[in-house]
DNA sequence: CAGTATCCCAAGGGATACTG
DNA sequence: CAGTATCCCTTGGGATACTG
């Protein structure tokens, strides 16, 4: 399994550090995949705050924020901010975040071809 | 972004329906990869219920038992039941679940190449 | 404009006990 | 053995209001 990880260390309980896990923890949140793929379709240029937004019916400023600044921390996104006033703030998705791109794109076509499927057996089974 | 979908129409409020938010919302529950994976390296083979939640540690029989049921429901997994007393129940992944180990493993890779960095990220911002 | 702060609710998930 | 049922706590996330 490769369980070499940095933070969770087996042994102290089991194994909270598998880096799949770890890693669809951080991409199941609500609006992570939205975020990251308005993203990647932008780049290698920038996407604006309110430009986000308006492209995610439904988000609130406060999540789209939280979801943001996780993206930075994790160091999937890039931040710059325009030193006007009201200021502006440009998004993009690192080279890091580029490289996460081509798997997550993987499994957003899997999911187009397949979720009818998952419907289909869903709705089979009530 | 081909938002056709069966279940969220668009209109009624925004589009909660997206393949990928979808399938990450399911993906993303706590263990829903190591299933898949364990399922996975014994496919075509079947695992039992013990022997999953022998190699899972720390997974309650609550949490696989649902865990499970979501994925038989979605059709991911399949149940056979060995009528013995006690009984035994073996899971395998489905053919529709076979096909998401693809993208799912190209996922695992990109995860234990990088988490690393994202470790590192995180950790130099505290 | 792009946030942060507060409040609050619903869902995820752990512990424990019980059953066919 | 392989579940289900109950209880309870923690987390995700929406609504609203305020600020540099």
Redesign the interface.
């Known amino acids: 399994?490769?369980t070499r990880?940095?933070?969770g260390q087996r042994g102290d309980?089991?194994?909270?550090g598998?880096?799949?896990?770890?890693?669809?923890?951080r991409?199941?949140?609500?609006w992570?995949?939205?975020v990251v793929?308005l993203l990647a379709e932008a780049a290698p240029g920038e996407v604006r705050f309110a430009e986000l937004q308006r492209r995610m019916?439904?988000v609130s400023q406060k999540m789209l924020s939280v979801t943001l600044r996780n993206l930075?921390?994790?160091?999937?996104v890039a931040r710059r901010v325009e030193p006007t006033v009201p200021p502006r703030v440009h998004y993009r998705l690192t080279d890091?975040g580029l490289?996460?791109e081509?798997?997550?794109a993987?499994?957003?076509?899997?999911?187009?071809e397949?979720?009818?499927?998952?419907?289909?057996?869903?709705h089979r089974?009530g």
């Open positions: 399994m490769t990880t940095s933070t309980l089991f194994a909270p598998c880096p799949t896990r770890r890693l669809l923890d991409l199941g949140t609500k992570v995949s939205m793929k019916p439904g930075s921390h994790d160091g999937l890091l490289s996460l081509n798997p997550l993987a499994l957003r076509e899997w999911a187009e397949h979720m009818v499927e998952i419907d289909t057996a869903a089974a």
